[in-house]
């Protein structure tokens, strides 16, 4: 600082010094100098006349007025005068204009009375002196304040710009700035040391700003976080004087409360929204407080206002509960000044309360029993379920082991396994058995539920368990149920394909095995005839009778309805499996006492081997049911082991299954028409109408290779369908040819009768291609009544209502009732070729077709025999009066151009 009070004052000092050194030492020195060279000079000229004197007095007066001859001059700086020291008039006067600057100056002149005297103007000399000096000071003047305005600059530049800009970094700290661009200054400057301090005192000052930003931020940041965690805690605190009675809440407390913004702070705002049924036991806590100055905790309700609020987070008139907690304070006569609290919104507290309150007395009154237990199993608690289950009491368990828990149930692994779990902290359900207060056990299905505490350390087992003893009796009956048949106690298909199963499982078997599928021949007109009573006492009576046949090591299965397989295993001698497939023939074959009735059925046998005809269990089974499917067509009552050619057939079935619908895309079916002969006249009177597939690569196929496949498919409705349309159309053809009188009879399968769009697709066929309902004749088979036999009569009716003749087909050879015969609406019997082929070398035959033609005919039907090949054949039946003939003897099947030909040759004759 004192560096820049010098730099500051340096011009001012050097002035001041300048005047001082030209007035106190340069100016006097030159007037000593020029006061001294006048008085010498003066001394000099009064030398010279004193001189002059003593060589001649008379001429004293003449040289001193020669010597005195600055007079003339005016400058008046010197008088040189005689004077007598012995004249009584010593009083000398300085010359006028003098003035008090005069200076008198004695000379005696030697040898002489007279004396020299000199008046010396001082002024004169001094102004004639100040005139010369004149202007070198003018000069030194002007050089002396060049050189301060020199110094005014450099100082301006050194001292005021950097102050300047120092000021307004100053002004900037002021509004907050901390970062105003300071000159650099020198290291000797100065200005180096007040620039290092400002600079020291920003850095603080910005140190000071920033921290005081931080701790606002830090205000404002605990201030959030104070607010916040009252909301998350729903806590407020709030604050009465009594003094100035002034009442203050924070803003959590005023949403609590369902305080508004419109409402101003005081006690009845405070207590506006409390509920109405707490209303007065709050203002009486509050009063009591006030007045007897005592903390108070109350709880009560808060309803928010009926309409809805923006500024207040609930919904109109819902209902909070509130806790009120509060202290006061006191002066020194003990009355209340101030009263302070806090108030926070316990309504979730409340919910979980009254859950829990709920969970307990659910707990309490549960159906399934409820024990909690430490990490030990020692039992902490038990609901009374827990008591009325095993009889035991509260007090009675409590501080006991867990029995379920224990060693005494439960095996050593088990045991281990169970308390690994639970001490590892994991769930565990499964089923326990325990000890009853009666010493009797039962079985739990228990739950296992491990409990934590606050820390996250498992405190408490909580075991829920249910008596599931009955329901375990009632598991291991279903379970016999689900391998055993409940009817025949024989085990059931899972049970069969399990050891099927097995079998297949073994890397080698040492030796085969052979399964035997067979089902009951006509098992089904007995349930219809006898009843289901019956069949159920029939299957008992089939299964003991196959038990019997088999030793011990075999197992008998029903596999459902009358359908049963057997299982020889090991197989040591073919001739074995032989003997036992005879010995079951045999005794199915053997009548059976069902109900005072005597029942007669057979069998069919399909073997396979394992392993060598299947690789699975389903792969066995259905060639064992191929074989049996083939024991059936050659006559039943026999038993067939599967060969490879039955795989061909299967084969071929898969393959027709798959081709069949291309193929009628493709239009490969066709229709052929055998006549029927009138055997009066000899006329054709009706033609059937037979399909025939026309296969690109195996050439035409019969109606026995594919009928089957399409029936068990279910292709046999479009077939069907496309039969009827094709028939009609060519009913149609032929009324536009004059031969409406020819009838068509059309085959119906099983599966296409029971198709619920029959009528309706018959209906449709009709109307789309105009034909007269009279000239069609549908063909349907015995075993339809095998099925719903009132169904079968209803739809038999509907399509004789269109005029439509209904036939039953190969008549006597399947399940055929003469009952039924009486109750089907029928109009045409045929007889099977099976009773014609045979005439007339079978007399059997000859009766048995003699009497159902007599029998038909007595049931208002026609009678058609198929199979006529012999004129002996046509000769017996039309001795026998039967109406109808068809068979190769008239005409094999021919396509519709060939029977147009043989209708027109017949019209022509």
Not at 97 to 125: C, F, K, M, R, T
Not at 426 to 454: A, M, Y
Request: glycine share 4%; hydrophobic share 45%; net charge negative.
């Amino acid at each position: 600082m004192k560096r820049l009070t010098v730099l500051l004052l340096f011009p001012v000092s050097l002035l001041l010094v300048y005047i001082l050194l030209v007035e106190q030492f340069w100016l006097p020195g030159v007037y000593n100098k020029v006061l001294e060279e006048k008085v010498a000079e003066v001394n000099r000229s009064a030398y010279l006349i004193g001189e002059a004197i003593k060589i001649s007095p008379s001429s004293a007066n003449t040289l001193i007025s020669s010597m005195d001859i600055d007079a003339g001059e005016g400058m008046y700086w010197r008088t040189i005068f005689l004077v007598d020291p012995n004249s009584s008039d010593n009083h000398i006067v300085p010359p006028l204009g003098y003035g008090s600057s005069a200076h008198l100056i004695h000379y005696p002149i030697e040898g002489s009375a007279l004396q020299l005297a000199a008046w010396i103007n001082v002024d004169a000399i001094f102004l004639q002196l100040e005139n010369q000096v004149r202007p070198y000071v003018m000069i030194s003047i002007v050089l002396v304040c060049v050189l301060f305005l020199l110094m005014l600059l450099l100082q301006h530049r050194l001292l005021l710009t950097p102050i300047r800009q120092l000021v307004l970094a100053s002004e900037q700290i002021r509004t907050g700035g901390t970062d105003y661009p300071l000159p650099r200054i020198a290291k000797g400057s100065v200005l180096a040391p007040l620039f290092s301090t400002f600079i020291t005192m920003r850095q603080s000052l910005a140190e000071q700003e920033l921290q005081s930003k931080t701790e606002i931020k830090a205000l404002v940041s605990a201030k959030e976080r104070f607010k916040e965690s009252h909301q998350i805690a729903r806590l407020g605190c709030w604050e009465w004087r009594l003094s100035d009675d002034l009442f203050w809440c924070s803003e959590s407390v005023k949403n609590i409360l369902s305080i508004t913004d419109k409402q101003l702070l005081s006690v009845d705002s405070f207590v506006s929204g409390v509920h109405p049924a707490d209303r007065d036991k709050v203002l009486t806590q509050l009063k009591k407080m006030k007045d007897e100055a005592r903390p108070i905790n109350i709880y009560y309700r808060v309803v928010a206002p009926a309409e809805p609020v923006s500024s207040l987070p609930f919904s109109s008139g819902a209902i909070r509960h509130v806790q009120l907690l509060s202290d006061v304070s006191v002066n020194q006569n003990g009355e209340t000044t101030r009263i302070y609290g806090t108030c926070q919104d316990i309504t979730e507290h409340k919910n979980i309360e009254a859950l829990l309150k709920k969970l307990s007395s659910a707990i309490t009154h549960a159906g399934s029993s409820v024990m909690i237990t430490d990490v030990i199993g020692t039992i902490e608690y038990v609901n009374p379920m827990f008591t009325e289950t095993t009889g035991y009491t509260f007090e009675e368990v409590v501080g006991q082991q867990a029995e379920l828990l224990s060693r005494k149930w439960i095996s050593a692994d088990f045991y281990d396994s169970l308390w690994q779990s639970l001490l590892s902290g994991q769930h565990w359900r499964g089923e326990l058995q325990s000890r009853k207060k009666n010493s009797g056990t039962f079985w739990s299905q228990v739950s296992i539920s491990p409990i934590n505490d606050d820390d996250g350390e498992l405190a408490h087992y909580v075991i829920v368990s249910e008596d599931v003893t009955n329901l375990k009796v009632a598991h291991a009956r279903m379970e016999r149920l689900a391998l055993y048949d409940e009817l025949t106690g024989l085990p059931n298909r899972r049970f069969f394909f399990s050891e099927l199963s097995r079998l297949f499982a073994q890397d080698v078997m040492e030796y085969p095995a052979v399964v035997m599928l067979l089902d009951l021949d006509y098992f089904k007109t007995i349930n219809d005839t006898q009843g289901h009573g019956a069949g159920d006492l029939l299957l008992v009576e089939v299964a003991q009778r196959l038990i019997d046949c088999l030793s011990n090591s075999d197992i008998a299965v029903r596999l459902g309805g009358d359908e049963f397989a057997i299982l020889i295993n090991p197989v040591l001698a073919v001739e074995h499996v032989e003997l036992v497939a005879e010995n079951i023939l045999k005794e199915i074959a053997r009548p059976f006492h069902i109900n005072e009735h005597e029942l007669q059925i057979s069998t069919s046998l399909g073997l396979a081997w394992l392993p060598k005809d299947g690789d699975s269990p389903e792969v066995l089974l259905k060639h064992a049911d191929l074989a049996m499917s083939q024991a059936k067509e050659k006559g039943r009552n026999q038993y067939r082991f599967f060969t490879e050619s039955l795989h061909d057939q299967l084969q071929a079935y898969i393959s027709f299954s798959r081709e069949m619908p291309k193929a009628l895309d493709a239009h490969n079916f066709t229709l052929l028409y055998q006549p029927q002969i009138d055997l009066k006249s000899g006329a054709i009177c009706s033609v059937e109408a037979l399909v025939r597939w026309n296969h690109p690569e195996l050439g035409v196929i019969s109606p026995q290779d594919f009928i089957p496949v399409a029936e068990e498919t279910g292709f046999i409705v479009p077939l069907g369908r496309w039969v009827l349309q094709a028939a009609c159309k060519t009913i149609k053809y032929l009324a536009q040819h004059r031969m409406s009188h020819i009838k068509i009879a059309i085959n119906l399968s099983p599966r296409q009768f029971r198709d619920p769009n029959l009528l309706v697709m018959v209906r449709q066929v009709i109307e789309e291609y105009e034909i007269d309902p009279t000239c069609m004749e549908l063909e349907i088979t015995e075993s339809l009544l095998l099925h719903d036999i009132g169904l079968a009569i209803d739809t038999l009716k509907e399509l004789q209502t269109l005029g439509i003749t209904i036939a039953i087909d190969d008549f006597g050879i399947g399940y055929s009732s003469f009952n039924y015969l009486k109750t089907l609406p029928i109009n045409v019997l045929k007889i099977d070729r099976e009773f014609i082929k045979d005439i007339p070398d079978h007399l059997d035959d000859m009766e048995i077709t003699a009497a159902m033609i007599s029998m038909a005919h007595r049931l208002n039907m026609s009678v058609v025999a198929e199979g006529i090949e012999t004129e002996v054949q046509r000769a017996f039946l039309q001795e026998h009066y039967c109406d109808v003939g068809q068979g190769y003897l008239f005409s094999h099947p021919v396509v519709l151009n060939d029977l147009l030909v043989l209708l027109t040759e017949e019209r022509d004759q």
